[in-house]
């Protein structure tokens, strides 16, 4: 059952992690049948996690609403901000958007992995507006501990 029936009109901001942590990083933006992610990553244990290798956000909702999923735009190449791409890849089809760097990033990761195919990815360039799903969407340059860390706009 979708929680959030009656409201397409609306403009939806879904933190499926990352907030409150450092870490797993992933936000849903959604609007009239449409919904990106802002960002998948992933978080590292700590000594209150043993045995555990990587924690991923909780996916399930874009599982569930797969049709409605046009695709991730990753705002830099951090672990905490596209690490989980590859484990959403493995169930879904997906289009992941970025720059060259943080998508050259994300491609070397995806050699440990099994990408569901149709899955593709996508270069932005920093400045120019582009359409995701039912969004247009633009990078744009910040200042960030890795190169080509970018805030996101997303017109509505």
């Not at 879904?92 to 990761?109: E, F, M, N, S």
């Not at 992995?113 to 932005?124: D, Q, R, W």
Request: charged share 20%; hydrophobic share 45%; net charge negative.
């Amino acid at each position: 059952m979708d929680l959030l029936a009656g409201f397409e009109d609306a403009v939806r901001i879904i933190s499926l992690g990352g907030t409150g942590d450092i870490g797993k990083n992933m936000t849903l933006v959604a609007r009239q049948g449409s919904m990106i992610a802002i960002d998948c990553g992933l978080m590292f244990p700590d000594e209150q996690h043993p045995g555990v290798d990587v924690i991923l956000p909780d996916m399930t909702y874009v599982l569930q609403n797969a049709d409605q999923f046009a695709g991730v735009v990753l705002t830099h190449g951090h672990e905490d901000h596209l690490g989980a791409v590859p484990y959403l890849m493995e169930k879904l089809p997906i289009r992941v958007y970025g720059t060259r760097l943080t998508l050259g990033l994300l491609q070397a990761k995806l050699q440990e992995f099994h990408p569901v195919e149709g899955s593709e990815l996508i270069e932005l360039w920093p400045g120019v507006m582009e359409r995701v799903g039912g969004f247009d969407v633009e990078l744009v340059r910040v200042s960030h501990s890795i190169p080509d860390g970018m805030g996101l706009l997303v017109k509505t």
